[in-house]
């Protein structure tokens, strides 16, 4: 620390640089595929061996991978696998919740190191980055000059147009719209020269669960996470595609009808805040519902019904997006006890099976398997998504 402020050091994982393309490639399938031998990733990636040989001397120098347990065969000597190195790439991420904020560290392997979180009424600037700042010293206070300098930045996931939230969350108007135009790498500066990475929340918990997620095997999928709000991410091509805008996936918008014929958008139909809504109506005070560990069972009164009508909404919301893109499947989790994610995505597939699927193939509907964190997860593997792994929809977000 230099005078309070938290600053990245000269040296490490910053100085090295973005890595060049074929680096990139290794550490991507590394990071999908676990352990594996120089020899099988030539094979697999078309680079030779040598080049591959190379390649993983420099990233084994510069701390990015290390050698695992030999790999003995029906002949010759055992080969050495060479794997992700937890300890080459740190990263922090932000998640700014409706009613709470969330910090961590996470390592190159998508280890939690640190957590931190604060409870709000409802956020604001100069409270979510004064957390932050004080966040930041007391999960970076923790390590060495070492570690401190293979911390590569700091992810934000936040609500897309989150100034527009005050009507739902009852923010005074004005200060609430200070979020608007607001730059994060300005509010951050005076404290941290770490670079800045925001990214819309719900495509965060689509990047944590792609990237650290159960492997599911599916290279083009639809994903809803519902929170407060519900919102969602698509992955084409093998990579989490955020759009021109960083928004694409923006699932929250799909046009639904109310009761009344009148238009909503899933947001209003398939949201935790109707849950809480709910209870509060029944006189329950609804921060039972964020208590953790999270066990909603002795509120399955209220539960049940919300989960039959968000299936309902899903499964409908599930065949709109398959008639954009030929999903194989459609993967949702939310910050939600494991009971509620398993019936919910259950319940879907029944309802599935009564829509109109003319013209369509439905999807698969699965389960994600990160849970409430992955906003905050996927926030923190932002940084180092951007800097280290490869995209392969980069130069579709640029057409």
Not at 136 to 155: F, H, K, N, W, Y
């Amino acid at each position: 620390m230099d005078g309070g402020k938290i600053r990245t050091a000269s040296g490490g994982v910053n100085q090295s640089g973005v890595r060049n393309h074929n680096e990139r490639l290794l550490l991507s399938m590394l990071q999908r595929r676990g352990p594996m031998p120089g020899i099988e990733l030539a094979r697999l990636t078309g680079l030779s061996p040598q080049t591959v040989s190379v390649i993983f001397r420099k990233l084994e120098q510069d701390g990015f991978l290390r050698r695992g347990e030999p790999m003995r065969g029906k002949v010759g000597k055992p080969s050495i696998p060479m794997e992700l190195s937890p300890d080459g790439v740190l990263s922090l991420g932000l998640k700014i919740g409706r009613r709470s904020a969330d910090l961590l560290l996470l390592d190159f392997t998508g280890n939690v190191r640190a957590q931190v979180s604060t409870a709000y009424s409802y956020p604001l600037p100069d409270e979510v980055f004064s957390f932050l700042e004080t966040g930041m010293a007391t999960l970076l206070s923790d390590l060495d000059s070492e570690a401190r300098d293979r911390v590569c930045g700091i992810g934000i996931a936040a609500p897309f147009e989150l100034w527009k939230w005050n009507d739902l969350i009852g923010a005074p108007s004005q200060r609430f719209k200070s979020w608007k135009d607001l730059d994060y790498a300005e509010m951050v500066a005076p404290f941290s020269d770490l670079p800045v990475f925001p990214v819309n929340d719900a495509t965060a918990a689509c990047r944590a669960e792609h990237l650290y997620g159960r492997n599911h095997g599916f290279r083009d999928y639809a994903y809803f996470f519902i929170g407060s709000f519900v919102g969602g991410g698509v992955v084409v091509n093998d990579t989490v595609f955020e759009g021109n805008q960083g928004n694409a996936g923006a699932l929250g918008s799909l046009r639904s009808t109310g009761p009344l014929g009148e238009s909503q958008q899933l947001i209003d139909v398939a949201s935790i805040h109707l849950l809480e809504e709910r209870l509060v109506q029944a006189g329950i005070d609804p921060r039972v519902l964020w208590n953790q560990p999270q066990d909603w069972r002795d509120l399955a009164r209220y539960v049940d019904p919300w989960i039959g009508e968000t299936a309902q909404e899903l499964a409908k919301a599930s065949l709109s997006v398959c008639a954009v893109i030929d999903f194989e499947a459609v993967l949702i989790d939310g910050a939600f006890p494991e009971p509620v994610r398993t019936e919910l995505v259950e319940r879907v597939r029944r309802y599935l099976v009564n829509q109109d699927t003319r013209g369509l193939i439905p999807p698969l509907i699965e389960p994600g398997s990160i849970g409430g964190n992955a906003r905050a997860i996927g926030a923190a593997s932002s940084p180092i998504f951007t800097q280290f792994l490869l995209n392969t929809n980069a130069g579709l977000a640029a057409v």
